[in-house]
């Protein structure tokens, strides 16, 4: 199977990632077929629709494609080669809220590593897509995304960097990493939201060390790396992904917009 042109990959991924953002967007009732599942992370009728738009958009666009989605994942085979791996509704909890703080994520994967993602936040009225290079734009009121322009990092303020932290995701571990960073500042956001605003300049450092699933983290991996910033995780490599044997587990990580930040927090063992 030949591999699709990055740019032109991540160009199609954030209209995908955009009509499946416009769905949740007009739900009304979020509660809809909440549950928890396994694992104990909710799920709503809401999730599962935008899934299904997801992964219909990428079969059609991306015909022969496997795909390992959060809500279906347990009946995938192990990837090889190219495959994608899309988180369609990344923020349940807060989605139940009706806080609107959730995003689309969807990254093309070759072997371990995305080559290309999107990212579509609705509260913030953006989409991120990366290939090989990283864009923004806001989301239109109809039709596909055209006002893309360029984003990089940015260098840590003099004041210190500026970190993003979760406000149901707090720990030890991730307090500690944030003390050995002498951050300047905190900005609460939620779900892959962080990764965008870092991407563009507007944040500097996020540090997760709970768990997270790889579709929660390879499309903001991408968008952050291309964009100029580090995601790594506690040998001080970048993240892979792919991991079927560890049921798609990720380890701890901390992704930075200015790469001289690595190496100044400890983060726990990888899983």
Known sequence: MSTPDPDRAAEALGAIALEAARYLAGVEDRTVGHQQKADGSPSTAADLEAERIVVARLAAAFPGIPVVAEESWSTCAAPKGLYFLVDPLDGTRDDLTGSGEYSVNVALVADRRPIAAALAVPVLERVWAAGTRCRVAPIPLAGDCSAWTLVRTRPVPVSGPIALVSRRHGDEATET?????????????????????????????????????????????????????????????????GHAERGFLNGAFVAMGDPTLAGRCALPKAV
């Open 177 to 241: 990493c944030l003390a050995a960073l002498s951050i300047g500042g905190r900005t609460t956001a939620s779900s892959a939201a962080k990764f965008g605003l870092i991407a563009s300049g507007e944040a500097d450092v996020y540090v997760r060390c709970g768990p997270t699933m790889e579709w929660d983290t390879a499309a903001g991996d991408h968008i952050v790396t291309v964009a100029g910033g580090r995601v790594v995780g506690p040998d001080g490599g970048p993240l892979t992904y």
